[in-house]
């Protein structure tokens, strides 16, 4: 049985819902925008996410996307319109919204199999990384690139980032590096590698397996699971530098110790992470929030004139701006409720 939610897009169901057994299979459909999460679509899973939850029939969600991406992240674009046009707050509810859904995938007392053919960025990471299972395939692009959009990454990125090996999660969260479904696997984004022939299979097999048992579900995935090599020019292979380099204490600690290393190597992926770090909004580099999605996401002119313009102009006092507390009595701060896995103590999923 197949449902819809609400319409958008023009008269569109933006999440589609089909019921297969005790597996509801929840499809992104916004195909026209990479799937990108708007308000609407936040909303519709929040809603499927807390219902499947409490209903003793439902035992498995399968979230997947329509077209040539599982999900291009949050619409940011909407955002930005709403804050031109003096709405602030409509923006922090957007993202307030998202980061209730994140918590609520990442607590979830069911399995969760998300599956990451295509496009995987920013939002979309929110809703499937921090689920039990993520199937990459071999046209999975994962990519975290708020620092080139004036944002830094949030969705709960800061906690699975920093699980990854080494200083990896420093160098995909500040260089908005890509990465392939090899190298999501290598480093546990991914837990799984499916070829993309094989997921309607999967998909199948997993709707009968008719349990909420993690190793039950996993081992329909193994079945279809195959060990992929990554590529000899992977910089998951160069751990070493990337471990000496992003382990700095600065940005620019980091830019100069990648700027010394490029003098004794002509490594692509070097040269590509210092053009990436150069571009990006400085301020956004320490961790901050500024206007600068304007150029990608809005006027697309690819030409963002960040404020202040280099790093050495971002200053301690102007990055703590952004972690104290909004000056405006009527909004108040996010608070995520306390919630545990069937009791169990919350631990990382990778």
């Not at 980061?99 to 007392?109: D, E, G, P, Q, S």
């Not at 150069?278 to 697309?300: E, F, H, N, W, Y």
Request: aromatic content about 8%; some cysteine.
């Amino acid at each position: 049985m197949e449902s819809s939610s609400n319409s958008g897009d023009g008269g569109v169901a933006q999440v589609l819902v089909e019921e297969k057994g005790s597996a509801r299979i929840l499809t992104l459909n916004r195909p026209q925008q990479l799937n990108a999460l708007s308000s609407q679509m936040v909303t519709e899973l929040l809603k499927c996410f807390s219902t499947y939850e409490k209903d003793p029939i439902v035992k498995l969600l399968i979230v997947k996307g329509k077209g040539r991406a599982f999900c291009a992240g949050g619409d940011v674009a909407a955002v930005v319109h709403s804050i031109n046009e003096g709405h602030w707050t409509h923006g922090a509810h957007f993202f307030w919204d998202e980061f209730r859904l994140n918590f609520l995938i990442a607590t979830y007392r069911k399995p969760q199999v998300s599956l990451l053919n295509g496009i995987v960025m920013g939002g979309g990471a929110g809703v499937s990384i921090h689920g039990r299972f993520r199937v990459a395939t071999e046209t999975t692009i994962f990519a975290m690139p708020e620092t080139a959009l004036g944002l830094f990454p949030d969705i709960g990125a800061s906690y699975f980032l920093s699980r990854l090996p080494g200083f990896f999660g420093e160098y995909v969260g500040l260089t908005g590096s890509r990465l392939n479904g090899a190298e999501m696997l290598a480093c546990g984004l991914a837990t799984h590698f499916v070829p993309s022939s094989k997921l309607v299979t999967l998909e199948e097999s997993l709707t009968n397996v008719d349990s909420s048992d993690h190793f039950a579900i996993c081992a329909v995935i193994d079945r279809y699971s195959v060990q992929v090599p990554l590529n000899e020019n992977s910089a998951y292979n160069r751990l070493d530098i990337i471990d000496k380099c992003f382990s700095k204490k600065s940005v620019e600690e980091i830019l100069s110790a990648l700027e010394k290393q490029s003098k004794n190597s002509s490594e692509k992926w070097i040269m590509d992470a210092i053009e990436s770090l150069k571009k990006a909004s400085p301020t956004s580099l320490k961790i901050s929030l500024r206007s600068g999605c304007r150029a990608l996401l809005v006027d697309k002119d690819k030409n963002p004139k960040w404020e202040p313009s280099r790093l050495d102009l971002v200053d301690d006092k102007r990055i703590d701006v952004y972690f104290s507390k909004v000056n405006d009595e009527a909004w108040e701060d996010l608070k995520l409720p306390e919630r545990s896995a069937a009791g169990v103590g919350l631990g990382s999923k990778l």
